[in-house]
């Protein structure tokens, strides 16, 4: 049961991941829009993933989610850092390339939250 939930807490995460892409992808899209998906983010991981012990669940792949977990939390610090400069940019070149640095990291919560849904399904 709790392994279901967890689970579940990683679609939405990956859903509001997913979510926070296609608002960086968009060209008019209001940055404090984006600011308030990123928090949501936020709120998911640390109250619904975070909060469950990897040790309470019953899976072969602790290691690797703990793994996964960490470089989850370590590049959704940066994202918040990037998009602090990126709203605080004023220059649409710096714009620019704030935009390519947030869009990557993105890519990379994405990515492991992919991995983490694929390995519970095992």
């Given at each position: ?9 990683y679609q939405e995460l990956l859903a509001n991941l997913v979510k926070l ?102």
């Open positions: 049961m709790l392994l279901k939930f967890y689970h579940q807490s892409q296609k608002l960086v992808i968009a060209e008019n899209t209001d940055r404090n829009e984006i600011k308030i998906t990123y928090e949501q983010v936020q709120t998911i991981f640390e109250q619904q993933i975070l909060s469950v012990g990897l040790d309470e669940l019953d899976c072969n792949a602790i290691p690797l989610l703990r793994s996964a977990q960490t470089e989850i939390y370590k590049n959704l610090r940066l994202l918040g850092t990037e998009l602090l400069f990126l709203t605080s940019s004023r220059r649409k070149e710096t714009s620019k390339k704030r935009l390519e640095k947030v869009q990557g990291k993105v890519r990379e919560l994405i990515g492991y939250s992919q991995a983490i849904i694929d390995q519970l399904q095992q």
